[in-house]
């Protein structure tokens, strides 16, 4: 959570922080500001709401100066106001600190720092952590920064600049993620690569527990006691700055859900060869994908509902048990884990602290974890045993859309791996599977052609406060992401239930003309989900049907139908999910809000 830009170079800082605060903005966009040094010292604009308030501050009141930080906030500790938005500055005004993390001891280091005098401004976490470095400071920043984050319980990614040093600025991260591109004569340092592509492909990743002394020409990379780190990590990256942005589509989401067939495609590429499903990534032999005596799942939000699609998959293909966990649950819920326990940790942005946190957990219990995860080098691909990547490309949009479905083909792949594997399924059964799923990409973009029905029924449901998403078997957790994507960006309220489970109280829910969204694609359950179509009907529901293409019945049941071609009914999972996406963005454009960065959310969820 939160987005750090720091900048030390020949240019004027305040556009590269604005510029890389944008770029960053699907972090948090409760506040933003600037600590930029130049000729007339330390100057700190910070306003509350989204970056544009900002930019329009620093456009009045330009702020001249070649060394600066910069920051996006998505609140913790403090509400959203000017002072608690970032940066920080200690009594003298003299050190400004960007932060994204939590310090968990924060009150205690507070109470301490009042008591020897420091004047605390903010209600925030971070503010302790400039009045730390005031305190130790003797001239030697980098000395000083390293006491008072040896003080910090907690997670960390820190820029940190001070009047005395104009030429440089100290970063620092423990369980946040931070990195430095490195340019020619200029680096920048930030949370997250789209910030530093205008600039360079080389990016240093920096890893916890390291400190890095960051001027225009050189970047020193240090331990927290001062040891020269030989070889930090460097990453070259491929893809380029166009292809994190809007390419011609209205909103970052909608061009996402567009290119979903290509994240599909690339994210299945190479994975059968000569009839062997490849999957070198979990480095196991294969008597030891054999062994695998049960599956657990974590993760949280879209990725969750991903993992939940896979049980019904891994179970039916595999027979292997599975337990699906929300991340935040499964750290503490003692789980049941032995040498032939396999955990799948998934997650979009590979730093969602939950699933970190339940990652290190699994670890600890002797389980091999794998993670599913979109990002290169993020947190996450750190602290697995191996890393299945989807290759989705960045993905700005707050409400996940084609890394879910990437995420689905990765977990289809990987179910077919373990079928095969154990005997599971016959050698025929697994091409045929492989080969319908291989028609994935095409049938995505099927639907993507026709969109003027879902247009004109998002259009009708502007005026909905509350909503039901039903569907059985695989359908649920479709149906659950349908109901989080249109809350996460319409505001409307809804819910997901098993169709048969409506009855047992739900069902006192429903109002005349009250919109419910069912999954009644083609499957063995078909005429239950019918018959709980007409439950709904009888009270005065108005039904939106995903139904399969040459389902004429469905239209003797439903008053809106979106047809989604037909496909085996165990993959049926990702058809489904496209008109859901786009029900939602459509429901969320009418209402007119802002799909990409809704209210209250950040992309990443860096906090516990
Ligand atoms: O990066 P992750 O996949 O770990 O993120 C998990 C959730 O925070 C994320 O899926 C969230 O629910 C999205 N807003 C869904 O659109």
């Known amino acids: 959570m939160c987005g750090i830009v720091g900048y030390v170079g020949p240019r004027q800082a305040s556009d590269v922080l604005i510029g890389g605060l944008a770029r960053l903005e699907y972090r948090g966009y409760d506040s933003a500001g600037v600590a930029i040094i130049g000729e007339n010292g330390l100057d700190i604009v910070r ?116 009047l005395d040093h104009p030429g440089m600025m100290v970063a620092a991260r423990k369980d946040s993620p931070l990195i430095i591109g490195i340019g020619e004569g200029e680096n920048v340092v930030a949370s997250d690569i789209p910030a530093v592509l205008e600039y360079t492909r080389e990016v240093l990743i920096l890893n916890d527990d390291q400190i890095a002394t960051v001027s225009g020409d050189a970047v020193r990379v240090t331990t927290l006691d001062g040891h020269e780190v030989g070889a930090p990590e460097m990453l070259h990256v491929e893809w380029d700055l166009e292809a994190a942005e809007k390419g011609g589509f209205e909103d970052f989401m909608l061009k996402e859900i567009f290119e979903q067939p290509k994240a599909i495609r690339e994210t299945l590429r190479g994975r059968m060869c000569e009839g062997e499903i490849q999957l070198s990534e979990l480095d196991m032999a294969p008597e030891q994908v054999a062994r695998i005596g049960r599956v657990y799942i974590i993760a949280c939000g879209t990725s969750f509902h991903a993992g939940m699609i896979s049980k019904t998959i891994i179970e039916q293909w595999a027979r292997v048990p599975v337990e699906v966990e929300v991340s935040s649950e499964f750290r503490y819920s003692d789980p049941i884990i032995d040498d032939d326990t396999l955990v799948v940790a998934i997650t979009q942005s590979g730093e969602t602290a939950d699933t970190l946190a339940g990652v290190r957990e699994a670890r600890d219990r002797g389980a091999k974890v794998i993670a599913i995860t979109n990002v290169v080098g993020s947190r996450v691909t750190r602290e697995s045993d191996g890393v299945i990547y989807t290759h989705a490309g960045p993905e700005i949009g707050v409400a996940a859309t084609k890394t879910f479905t990437a995420q689905i083909a990765a977990l289809y792949v990987l179910a077919l791996k373990l079928a095969q594997a154990k005997g599971a399924l016959p050698q025929e059964r697994i091409e045929h599977l492989w080969s319908e799923l291989s028609r994935m990409p095409e049938i995505v973009e099927t639907i993507l052609e026709d969109i003027d029905g879902l247009k004109e029924c998002g259009a009708r449901y502007v005026g909905a406060s509350s909503s039901l998403f039903l569907g059985r078997g695989i359908g649920v957790p479709v149906a659950m992401e349908g109901a989080l994507k249109l809350k996460e960006i319409s505001y409307i309220h809804a819910e997901a239930y098993p169709a048969g489970e409506m009855k047992h109280g739900p069902i006192a829910l429903i109002t005349e003309g009250m919109p419910i969204v069912v999954v009644a694609t083609q499957g063995h359950t078909y005429e239950k989900v019918v018959s709980n179509i007409q439950e709904v009907r009888a009270r005065g529901a108005q039904v939106i049907a995903v139904a399969t293409h040459g389902d004429d019945e469905i239209h003797r049941h439903a008053e809106h139908i979106l047809y989604v071609p037909a496909t085996a009914e165990s993959l049926s999972a990702i058809p489904a999910t496209i008109p859901l996406q786009l029900l939602s963005y459509y429901i969320a454009k009418a209402r007119g809000c802002n799909v990409d960065q809704p209210r209250n959310l950040a992309k990443s969820v860096t906090v516990e």
């Open 47 to 162: 306003r509350v709401g989204k970056l544009v308030n900002l930019t329009g501050a620093v456009a009045e009141t330009p702020v001249p100066g070649t060394i600066g930080i910069g920051h996006t906030r998505w609140a913790t500790h403090g509400r959203p106001s000017e002072e608690n938005a970032h940066p920080h500055a200690d009594c003298t005004g003299r050190v400004a600190v960007v932060h994204n993390g939590i310090i968990e001891n924060y009150v205690e280091l507070r109470e301490e720092l009042a008591a020897t005098g420091h004047m605390l401004r903010s209600e925030t976490d971070t503010e302790t952590i400039a009045h730390l470095i005031e305190s130790y400071y003797d001239g030697d920043l980098v000395a000083a920064v390293s006491s008072a984050i040896k003080r910090l319980d907690g997670s960390y990614a820190l820029a940190v600049m001070h």
